[in-house]
């Protein structure tokens, strides 16, 4: 499967997808760690991860296949909803809840 194929696939097929450098359990960078903690604060249980830092191939064309240049890179539902940054405002406004919430009820 090619590799724009793969990531399409992993962004499609679960309703919460963080790319990210390390894993939940050990982030290997401090917004990959804020972009965990930010959704786990937020509610989601249905976090699915994938390690850059493992998949080199992933690395190299997920900036290409988002429009977005760097990690980590959040989806819900299969939309980039975007990095550390974005992520944790939309927790203080109380917004990343709310989205949580809905992409995993579905």
């Excluded at 990959?32 to 493992?54: I, P």
Aim: glycine content about 6%; charged content about 20%; overall charge negative.
């Amino acid at each position: 499967m090619a590799v724009m194929e793969r990531i399409q696939a992993e962004v499609e097929s679960h309703p919460i997808v963080l790319f990210m450098k390390g894993t939940p359990a050990y982030p290997m960078c401090g917004f990959s760690a804020r972009a965990v903690q930010a959704l786990q604060a937020a509610g989601a249980e249905q976090l699915h991860t994938v390690n850059v830092l493992e998949e080199p191939e992933v690395r190299a064309n997920l900036p290409r296949y988002s429009n977005w240049p760097t990690f980590p890179q959040l989806f819900l539902h299969g939309e980039l909803i975007g990095g550390c940054d974005i992520t944790l405002e939309l927790l203080e406004s109380g917004e990343l809840q709310r989205m949580v919430s809905e992409a995993q009820s579905q």
